[in-house]
């Protein structure tokens, strides 16, 4: 009640107090009664009644001062006795500070201005990306000719080639060597020159049809000599575009894309073009003399590099395309530069149109204009979108080197990987007698002639004329035989390089050669692949290769197009054995048919493999059989010091124990000239040794019987050896074994269970007790672990695959000699 009667009491002014001394301005300030709590109620209105009689027409709302620190103050005063506070006199509280107002003011004007400035900033910035970044074309006018994506082009080679300027884009006649104005001119489908009709001799009245071939190849091919015209003196006859791209001067190139970059120039996206020489397995027969194959390199160019078109066509569209002109060329296959394999374009095009339906909305592409102007891309991300695709597309290595451009000094485009090789002639220091000589007797340098099997590569010639020069030809096999090291491979080779100079002299008619070697291949099977891709130039699945191979050599296939004979070479013949021999008998099975045209000869180390095989085999095989025997020690001395022609480096005496040595262990070539090879580095490095503590060098240092001696130590008293020496009386029966069961197949492997048998019989014929399977096969895996035999997991017990991991060759020097087991000498 008290709180009532003095809200009351400050509501209605005293009698005796005059209202103007207090004007209260109730229209304006004072806001009527609400119904409320008492307590909040009573400081509400006191609070509004002081505000309205301080400065009621300079106040602000009350809502505008109902701020936390104004609260906090009339609660304290509300605190206080009524009696304190004066009824007549009017209080001033504390209001808040309008410098608070302003601050926020302030703040929310420089915020603003910071926003505009930075929209203004982002503006100019994307203005500034607008006139710098790419502006890609669909089609673009340049030095008077007319681009767009898809179109072929030739590409210069190199940026100073002066011969680039000379272009006659018409043919001239490769006899009068005029062009060809309104007379027709026939091209020769071998040498692809052009001639007139009138030129030739006899003259043509009209154009043959099918292929033809002008009187000079004719000639060429019969081993006559007949050279083509020269031009008139001061003359000088000017390639074309087209001789210049087969010849490897120029590159072909498929445009990708085109765009025009900041500084005003225009660049391309090409896709290579290659002929078949710079493949990995060369120009084929099959190869047309205009095919290229597409790659799947790219690379950016300028369009300063381009020279004129050229076209590159299908093969459906190239046989329409008789009148087309110099610059036409076939291309249906696909070169994959990284894994040097072929694959059709159809059947890329084919694959890439089911697996995805691609619909081309780009509106920025479509609505490009058809002139020079172009139109660029709308935004950041269509920009980027457009780098990660050309990114995608130069994910495969390149082969090449940079196409030429204008910016010297600058390397663009795809580089070739790899150290380059320095030539011999910017070598300032001679090499000496030593250092020849260690160059020469490696293995891998191939000899100018091959001594001492004279009489064998007789044979194997008089062979393959005979196969090849019968009008029938009919298939034959011939297999060549012998111990490791005796130059079967190489005689073979030394043969066929001889009958190439031949076909090429036109003494013997033309034949197609396809090497393989039985090491490389994965699987026995994959051998149809090789020989097929070795024909055709095309790889498939062995499946289809032995479906395609067994149409080939067919009695129906008479009428094919490749009439010429083919040479098999089948190097470690016996790594196609299978279970049930298909593979062999495939391969022996196709001389014997008719119109096959087909020689295959076959090399291994065992002597009797026809004989191990199954009848059917053995007997397609045939009865020409080839043996190369162990070089004794007079060709092995031969054989160095041919390879050591013109090198003084060795003395005779060294040369004669080498041979010696390595004739009564094996007779292996390579293993003579391997020891010759560490005798003149141990001889070198003493030379060097002697010439760095002595000031006089002048004194010649040769490889003499110490070196070969110490040679010899090295090869033959390796660690290996030692461990087979000191091994169990049991191990070596194991080893001695293995090398006899090599031998015996002329395979590097073989199962526990044969091993086992063998081990069986050495024990029963020399007195020797059988241990038994478990002991024999912990004696195995003793030699496993110690690295001298390859085991497979030992979950497959007897069927489990050894081998030997190091040549048979140190075994047997390692236990012919064993005293506890003389015995042994007799299997090894």
Same mark, same amino acid.
């Given at each position: 009640?008290?709180?009532?009667?003095?809200?009351?009491?400050?509501?209605?002014?005293?009698?005796?107090?005059?209202?103007?001394?207090?004007?209260?301005?109730?229209?304006?300030?004072?806001?009527?009664?609400?119904?409320?709590?008492?307590?909040?109620?009573?400081?509400?209105?006191?609070?509004?009644?002081?505000?309205?009689?301080?400065?009621?027409?300079?106040?602000?709302?009350?809502?505008?001062?109902?701020?936390?620190?104004?609260?906090?103050?009339?609660?304290?005063?509300?605190?206080?006795?009524?009696?304190?506070?004066?009824?007549?006199?009017?209080?001033?509280?504390?209001?808040?500070?309008?410098?608070?107002?302003?601050?926020?003011?302030?703040?929310?004007?420089?915020?603003?201005?910071?926003?505009?400035?930075?929209?203004?900033?982002?503006?100019?910035?994307?203005?500034?990306?607008?006139?710098?970044?790419?502006?890609?074309?669909?089609?673009?006018?340049?030095?008077?000719?007319?681009?767009?994506?898809?179109?072929?082009?030739?590409?210069?080679?190199?940026?100073?080639?002066?011969?680039?300027?000379?272009?006659?884009?018409?043919?001239?006649?490769?006899?009068?060597?005029?062009?060809?104005?309104?007379?027709?001119?026939?091209?020769?489908?071998?040498?692809?020159?052009?001639?007139?009709?009138?030129?030739?001799?006899?003259?043509?009245?009209?154009?043959?049809?099918?292929?033809?071939?002008?009187?000079?190849?004719?000639?060429?091919?019969?081993?006559?000599?007949?050279?083509?015209?020269?031009?008139?003196?001061?003359?000088?006859?000017?390639?074309?575009?087209?001789?210049?791209?087969?010849?490897?001067?120029?590159?072909?190139?498929?445009?990708?894309?085109?765009?025009?970059?900041?500084?005003?120039?225009?660049?391309?996206?090409?896709?290579?073009?290659?002929?078949?020489?710079?493949?990995?397995?060369?120009?084929?027969?099959?190869?047309?003399?205009?095919?290229?194959?597409?790659?799947?390199?790219?690379?950016?160019?300028?369009?300063?590099?381009?020279?004129?078109?050229?076209?590159?066509?299908?093969?459906?569209?190239?046989?329409?395309?008789?009148?087309?002109?110099?610059?036409?060329?076939?291309?249906?296959?696909?070169?994959?530069?990284?894994?040097?394999?072929?694959?059709?374009?159809?059947?890329?095009?084919?694959?890439?149109?089911?697996?995805?339906?691609?619909?081309?909305?780009?509106?920025?592409?479509?609505?490009?204009?058809?002139?020079?102007?172009?139109?660029?891309?709308?935004?950041?991300?269509?920009?980027?979108?457009?780098?990660?695709?050309?990114?995608?597309?130069?994910?495969?290595?390149?082969?090449?080197?940079?196409?030429?451009?204008?910016?010297?000094?600058?390397?663009?485009?795809?580089?070739?990987?790899?150290?380059?090789?320095?030539?011999?002639?910017?070598?300032?220091?001679?090499?000496?007698?030593?250092?020849?000589?260690?160059?020469?007797?490696?293995?891998?340098?191939?000899?100018?002639?091959?001594?001492?099997?004279?009489?064998?590569?007789?044979?194997?010639?008089?062979?393959?004329?005979?196969?090849?020069?019968?009008?029938?030809?009919?298939?034959?096999?011939?297999?060549?035989?012998?111990?490791?090291?005796?130059?079967?491979?190489?005689?073979?080779?030394?043969?066929?390089?001889?009958?190439?100079?031949?076909?090429?002299?036109?003494?013997?008619?033309?034949?197609?050669?396809?090497?393989?070697?039985?090491?490389?291949?994965?699987?026995?099977?994959?051998?149809?692949?090789?020989?097929?891709?070795?024909?055709?130039?095309?790889?498939?699945?062995?499946?289809?290769?032995?479906?395609?191979?067994?149409?080939?050599?067919?009695?129906?296939?008479?009428?094919?197009?490749?009439?010429?004979?083919?040479?098999?070479?089948?190097?470690?013949?016996?790594?196609?054995?299978?279970?049930?021999?298909?593979?062999?008998?495939?391969?022996?099975?196709?001389?014997?048919?008719?119109?096959?045209?087909?020689?295959?000869?076959?090399?291994?180390?065992?002597?009797?493999?026809? +004989? !191990? /095989?199954?009848?059917?085999? $053995? &007997?397609?095989?045939?009865?020409?059989?080839?043996? *190369?025997?162990? %070089?004794?020690?007079?060709?092995?001395?031969?054989?160095?010091?041919?390879?050591?022609?013109?090198?003084?480096?060795?003395?005779?005496?060294?040369?004669?124990?080498?041979?010696?040595?390595?004739?009564?262990?094996?007779?292996?070539?390579?293993?003579?000239?391997?020891?010759?090879?560490?005798?003149?580095?141990?001889?070198?490095?003493?030379?060097?040794?002697?010439?760095?503590?002595?000031?006089?060098?002048?004194?010649?240092?040769?490889?003499?019987?110490?070196?070969?001696?110490?040679?010899?130590?090295?090869?033959?008293?390796?660690?290996?050896?030692?461990?087979?020496?000191?091994?169990?009386?049991?191990?070596?029966?194991?080893?001695?074994?293995?090398?006899?069961?090599?031998?015996?197949?002329?395979?590097?492997?073989?199962?526990? +269970? !044969? /091993?086992?048998?063998?081990? $069986? &019989?050495?024990?029963?014929?020399?007195?020797?007790? *059988?241990?038994? %399977?478990?002991?024999?096969?912990?004696?195995?895996?003793?030699?496993?672990?110690?690295?001298?035999?390859?085991?497979?997991?030992?979950?497959?017990?007897?069927?489990?695959?050894?081998?030997?991991?190091?040549?048979?060759?140190?075994?047997?020097?390692?236990?012919?000699?064993?005293?506890?087991?003389?015995?042994?000498?007799?299997?090894?």
């Amino acid at each position: 009640m008290a709180e009532t009667q003095q809200m009351k009491k400050f509501k209605t002014p005293s009698k005796g107090t005059p209202r103007a001394k207090h004007p209260i301005s109730l229209d304006h300030h004072i806001a009527p009664q609400t119904p409320q709590s008492a307590t909040p109620s009573a400081i509400n209105l006191r609070r509004s009644h002081r505000l309205t009689a301080a400065t009621p027409e300079h106040r602000p709302a009350l809502s505008s001062f109902n701020t936390p620190k104004s609260a906090a103050k009339t609660r304290k005063i509300c605190e206080d006795p009524p009696s304190i506070l004066p009824t007549e006199t009017s209080i001033n509280p504390a209001s808040p500070p309008p410098v608070e107002s302003r601050k926020k003011r302030k703040f929310q004007e420089k915020s603003a201005e910071k926003r505009k400035d930075s929209r203004n900033v982002k503006c100019k910035r994307a203005a500034d990306r607008k006139v710098k970044k790419k502006v890609y074309h669909k089609k673009v006018v340049y030095d008077g000719g007319e681009f767009s994506a898809g179109h072929d082009v030739y590409v210069k080679r190199r940026s100073d080639a002066s011969s680039d300027d000379e272009d006659p884009e018409v043919e001239e006649c490769r006899v009068c060597f005029k062009p060809a104005g309104r007379r027709v001119l026939i091209e020769c489908d071998d040498c692809l020159n052009g001639f007139h009709l009138k030129c030739l001799k006899p003259p043509l009245k009209a154009v043959p049809d099918g292929d033809w071939v002008c009187c000079y190849c004719v000639a060429r091919k019969n081993g006559e000599v007949m050279e083509f015209p020269e031009p008139q003196a001061g003359k000088k006859r000017a390639r074309t575009a087209r001789e210049k791209l087969l010849s490897s001067d120029l590159w072909a190139a498929r445009i990708e894309s085109l765009w025009k970059e900041v500084d005003g120039t225009y660049w391309f996206r090409a896709r290579w073009y290659i002929i078949p020489e710079e493949t990995a397995v060369g120009r084929q027969p099959h190869n047309l003399r205009r095919e290229l194959y597409r790659t799947n390199d790219f690379a950016d160019v300028e369009m300063e590099s381009t020279i004129r078109h050229c076209f590159v066509m299908s093969p459906r569209e190239f046989a329409n395309a008789a009148d087309g002109g110099d610059d036409v060329f076939l291309c249906e296959y696909e070169y994959e530069v990284q894994w040097h394999s072929f694959k059709r374009i159809a059947e890329i095009d084919s694959n890439e149109n089911d697996g995805e339906k691609v619909v081309d909305n780009d509106a920025d592409w479509n609505s490009c204009d058809e002139s020079d102007s172009g139109s660029d891309f709308n935004s950041e991300e269509e920009a980027a979108y457009e780098n990660e695709k050309r990114n995608r597309l130069s994910q495969s290595s390149s082969l090449r080197p940079v196409a030429a451009n204008s910016r010297k000094g600058q390397i663009f485009g795809l580089q070739k990987i790899g150290a380059k090789k320095i030539p011999e002639n910017l070598r300032s220091r001679k090499q000496t007698d030593l250092e020849k000589a260690k160059s020469t007797l490696l293995l891998a340098t191939v000899p100018k002639s091959l001594t001492c099997r004279d009489r064998e590569m007789n044979e194997i010639t008089t062979f393959i004329k005979g196969a090849i020069c019968d009008e029938q030809c009919l298939g034959r096999c011939l297999y060549v035989h012998g111990v490791p090291g005796t130059g079967k491979t190489m005689s073979v080779l030394a043969v066929m390089r001889n009958l190439k100079s031949e076909v090429d002299a036109g003494s013997i008619r033309p034949y197609c050669f396809v090497e393989i070697n039985g090491l490389k291949l994965a699987s026995p099977e994959n051998i149809y692949s090789v020989i097929y891709e070795g024909l055709t130039g095309h790889r498939v699945g062995w499946k289809k290769a032995l479906n395609l191979l067994n149409a080939r050599f067919s009695d129906e296939n008479k009428c094919r197009k490749d009439t010429r004979p083919c040479i098999l070479l089948i190097d470690e013949l016996d790594l196609l054995v299978t279970r049930n021999q298909a593979v062999l008998y495939n391969i022996l099975d196709w001389p014997t048919r008719p119109n096959s045209k087909l020689i295959v000869i076959g090399i291994a180390n065992t002597m009797d493999l026809p +004989e !191990k /095989l199954l009848p059917r085999i $053995s &007997s397609r095989m045939g009865i020409q059989r080839l043996c *190369f025997g162990p %070089y004794n020690f007079q060709q092995l001395q031969e054989i160095i010091s041919s390879r050591l022609k013109g090198i003084d480096a060795f003395e005779k005496v060294a040369i004669e124990f080498a041979s010696r040595k390595v004739a009564a262990v094996s007779g292996d070539a390579r293993r003579a000239l391997e020891i010759c090879r560490r005798a003149a580095e141990v001889a070198d490095y003493r030379a060097k040794k002697t010439a760095l503590s002595s000031s006089d060098a002048s004194g010649k240092v040769m490889a003499g019987m110490a070196d070969v001696e110490a040679a010899i130590k090295e090869m033959f008293q390796a660690p290996h050896i030692q461990v087979i020496r000191s091994c169990s009386k049991l191990s070596k029966i194991f080893l001695a074994a293995m090398v006899y069961e090599l031998y015996k197949t002329g395979i590097g492997e073989t199962t526990f +269970e !044969k /091993l086992a048998m063998v081990v $069986s &019989s050495f024990c029963a014929n020399n007195g020797e007790t *059988f241990p038994g %399977y478990d002991t024999l096969l912990k004696v195995g895996c003793k030699l496993g672990e110690c690295r001298l035999l390859l085991c497979e997991p030992g979950t497959r017990h007897k069927l489990q695959k050894l081998q030997l991991n190091y040549p048979n060759d140190d075994v047997t020097f390692a236990l012919k000699d064993s005293k506890d087991l003389p015995w042994l000498a007799k299997y090894i």
